[in-house]
DNA sequence: TGAAATGTTGGGGCG
DNA sequence: ACGCCCCAACATTTC
């Protein structure tokens, strides 16, 4: 039956993988091959916590392979040449992949179509992208009834896992390069490459009577606790598939045993669903990418501040809920979703500063930066997106802190200096006195940064900058 | 998946 | 006893 490559992208798992499963049943060998893009690596929109969490997931799915009597193959190079490459020296006659719908994928994967036999295959969201819309046609672009008409399709192969190939047969003598040492994942990034580690988390977040899922509709808003899943690493590489998580939440919806906990995996659902909604927006308006989907507010004239937004992205604010996010971001690759949507409506309406700016850092630094969650997220926190918080939705970064961190344990963590404020000012460190600046070992404007903005005078600015934005575009 | 500004209500202090 | 004021608590409107 021939040769089949397995081109993987972020689906670096076995289980319930659709494009291998395709190359095996069309072939009776199947060559996994992975290529490293200079083009990607390049980008400013990578950074090197990604890269190494990606190497180390690669170096995971070989050994992988290698239990199953194959090995990952990994060239460097443009992908097309790569592809084209191998497929001379091993005779394939078809490629399979699972379908990415970034830009840039979108490219590659044209122009590898256009001169070799590339097959795409759905997996990257439970629903093939494009497959969710309205009567006439049209993309939706609120997320209500696009999470609505999401639930009522039926699944692909009627929700069967894929199972886990017991061996696959590859080409022999098939030259491969050495997976890069460089970048290496710093021991402070908590997420571990891998698909078992992939599965191991998602049992541990919905299996049995009390597990963290059905706390979720209050425990994920908890900067101090652990309420989340810590899945979005392992989905953005396709470490675990979506549909296997989707399952997962279905299983748990089904098994709560009462209307808290059937809401809790109700509203983690709801999250996957997100996720497709904005891979949906990204794939139907690519244009998101570079604008604001609402094309008034690309008339806002920014502040754009160069030495603010260093301050942001340093974690030196002055607001304790602002840079302790930022601070762990830096240094681990993962920050809260609560503490994302607080850091960038500081950025954007507190500081004024365009969101693009945002996005790029937070690209550069997360572990899980995916191209269609991130822009949709930052879009929908400065009011220039699809179904996006209005304009005036405005967060104050001291009630945020004490809402969601109320002692301030996620703050002291990640700003020692705030270690001895009392709780009452650890949100706003700057009214302390003298006397109790000094007490507390941190003196503002010293141990720790006077706020750099003032948030009640930003917001009028914010409200201000939005509304002349409007009414710029109004009078086109 | 906000927060601030403004409006309303009602208890209690007080002359 | 009564009217008046203050203001906390809650509701509604506005940004």
Redo the contacts with the bound molecule.
């Keep these: 039956m021939g040769v089949a490559i397995w081109w993987i992208r972020r689906d670096l798992r076995l289980t319930d993988n659709q494009p291998l499963a395709a190359a095996l049943g069309h072939a009776d060998e199947v060559i996994p091959v992975f290529v490293l893009d200079p083009a990607l690596l390049a980008s400013p929109f990578v950074g090197s916590k990604r890269i190494a969490f990606l190497l180390e997931g690669l170096r995971s799915l070989d050994s992988d392979l290698r239990a199953l009597g194959s090995r990952l193959i990994l060239r460097r190079g443009d992908p097309w040449t790569e592809l084209a490459a191998l497929r001379d020296e091993s005779g394939a006659e078809a490629i399979f992949a699972e379908e990415d719908i970034s830009p840039y994928a979108r490219r590659r994967d044209a122009r590898v179509a256009k001169d070799l036999s590339l097959q795409l295959v759905c997996g990257l969201t439970v629903h093939p992208v494009g497959a969710v819309l309205k009567s006439d046609g049209e993309p939706y672009t609120v997320?209500t009834p696009f999470s609505r008409a999401w639930k009522a399709l039926p699944l692909l192969n009627a929700g069967e896992v894929l199972s886990r190939p017991s061996r696959i047969s590859s080409p022999p003598g098939l030259a491969s390069q050495p997976i890069p040492k460089q970048p290496t994942l710093s021991s402070d990034v908590p997420f571990s490459p891998g698909e078992a580690e992939a599965l191991r988390r998602l049992r541990a977040f919905v299996e049995g009577d009390t597990s963290p899922v059905y706390g979720y509709a209050e425990g994920r808003n908890r900067l101090d606790l652990a309420g989340t899943s810590g899945l979005s690493p392992y989905l953005r590489f396709g470490m675990v598939s979506a549909r296997q998580v989707h399952l997962a939440a279905l299983s748990a919806i089904d098994a709560a045993a009462n209307g808290e906990a059937r809401k809790g995996a109700e509203t983690w659902l709801n999250e996957l669903i997100?996720r497709e909604f904005y891979i949906a927006i990204l794939y139907h308006f690519p244009r998101v990418r570079g604008s604001s989907f609402r094309e008034a507010y690309d008339k806002i004239e920014w502040a754009n501040d160069e030495d603010a937004f260093l301050a942001w992205c340093e974690g030196r604010t002055g607001y304790p809920v602002v840079d302790a996010a930022m601070r762990q971001l830096a240094q681990t690759g993962w920050m809260h979703n609560r503490a994302r949507?607080i850091v960038a409506s500081f950025l954007v309406k507190d500081l004024l500063i365009d969101w693009r700016w945002g996005e790029r850092w937070f690209m550069q630094h997360l572990v899980d930066g995916d191209p269609a969650a991130n822009n949709g997220g930052w879009q929908w926190t400065a009011g220039t997106g699809t179904d996006a918080?209005p304009y005036?939705?405005?967060?104050?970064p001291v009630?945020?802190g004490q809402?969601y961190d109320p002692q301030g344990a996620n703050v002291r963590r990640w700003l020692p200096e705030l270690d001895h404020v009392p709780d009452e000012f650890v949100h706003h460190p700057w009214t302390m006195s003298v006397e109790e600046q000094a007490k507390a070992g941190c003196k503002i404007g010293q141990d720790y940064a006077l706020p750099i903005v003032d948030h009640?005078w930003a917001?009028t600015r914010a409200?201000a900058a939005y509304d002349q934005a409007k009414r710029a575009h109004a009078a086109l």
């Design positions: 997320f997100w949507m918080a005036f939705r405005i967060f104050n009630l945020q809402k009640a917001r409200l």
